[in-house]
């Protein structure tokens, strides 16, 4: 949306000033990551009309966009998940143009029906998740740190990420540090907003006690990143350079990957099929791992409010709850 789009009879100065405080809503109505996983989605439609010589008119035929998912599907990086958001983002890019009926005849139309089929059959529609990681994997990646300014934050950060269950996004953008309260056994992290309540209406409250041992305990780390960064305000994470300035930004939440996967590594584990999300999946995982904790007391920590919760328990049961095992052989 821009301004040009709004329109009204008669302009003045305040309903100019209406119509720019509207545009900066629209704007802001997607997420930053959202909004840049969009922008990345439209320049492989780009690149794909270019290629082929295909006409950048809009509304685009249906056969188009069913050469265009099997085009997504040959490129062997992405994933069914990738190809249904490029279509999403292809239905929002219509939507924005005006042409707001389009994504439901797309869904209706047989041709892109059975391509999208055949595609999810002969790839297979299942979604491979993060590798979660252990408690003892966390240690190993807290003990490899380095004990300069940069491995105190990292070590913070991993530490953290792993109890409250995070995303990456809650690490870079969402936590600052006026949302932590210290107590004598531990501290809060208020979490004002996420994927389930992206505009902060209900925000959830979490609480991390002090562990048993110094060197892995979240809430001492978190205290050794404060005041070794000297920080006392705004964002929690942020970027450390060479010379230990520390950035008074957040950190991009691509950075968070960035940094997990230098933890990995300098741990001597294997990168692949890890991402920021497995401290997310850990957490889940380890929680429910032999009943330490229900359903609903990891629901409290993470926000889940969905089936995938129960994915990640019934994955760490899997040998616990086996029938298999129970057979006498």
Not at 297 to 313: C, D, P
Request: with cysteine; net charge positive.
């Amino acid at each position: 949306m821009n301004e040009a789009q709004i329109s009204v009879p008669q302009r003045s100065a305040e309903l100019d000033a209406l119509i720019r405080q509207a545009t900066n809503y629209f704007e802001n109505g997607k997420s930053a990551s959202t909004r840049a996983s969009y922008a990345s989605d439209q320049r492989a439609w780009e690149n794909f009309l270019v290629r082929h010589s295909l006409p950048a008119a809009l509304p685009t035929t249906f056969d188009v966009v069913s050469l265009y998912v099997a085009h997504c599907a040959a490129q062997a990086q992405n994933s069914i998940s990738t190809i249904k958001r490029r279509v999403a983002s292809l239905c929002y890019l219509h939507r924005q143009a005006g042409y707001e009926d389009w994504p439901a005849a797309l869904r209706r139309s047989h041709l892109f029906r059975e391509v999208l089929a055949g595609i999810m059959r002969v790839h297979g529609a299942a979604q491979v998740g993060a590798k979660p990681l252990s408690t003892d994997e966390i240690k190993k990646i807290v003990a490899a740190c380095p004990r300069n300014l940069l491995g105190l934050r990292d070590r913070s950060l991993c530490l953290l990420g792993f109890s409250l269950g995070s995303r990456r996004s809650e690490l870079s953008s969402v936590i600052e540090i006026a949302d932590l309260s210290f107590t004598a056994e531990g501290v809060t992290v208020r979490l004002s907003r996420g994927k389930t309540d992206p505009f902060g209406i209900e925000g959830r409250v979490v609480a991390i006690p002090f562990s048993e041992y110094v060197e892995t305990c979240p809430v001492q780390a978190l205290r050794g990143w404060l005041s070794a960064a000297q920080l006392t305000s705004g964002p929690l994470y942020r970027a450390v350079d060479r010379w230990d300035h520390v950035s008074p930004t957040a950190l991009n939440p691509r950075s968070v990957g960035k940094i997990l996967s230098g933890a990995l590594k300098r741990a001597g584990f294997n990168q692949a099929k890890t991402s920021p999300h497995s401290l997310r999946v850990g957490f889940c995982s380890t929680a429910a791992s032999h009943g330490h904790c229900t359903e609903r007391e990891i629901a409290k920590v993470t926000g889940h409010r969905s089936n995938v919760l129960r994915r990640y328990i019934r994955d760490a049961d899997l040998f616990r709850d086996g029938a298999s095992g129970r057979l006498g052989l």
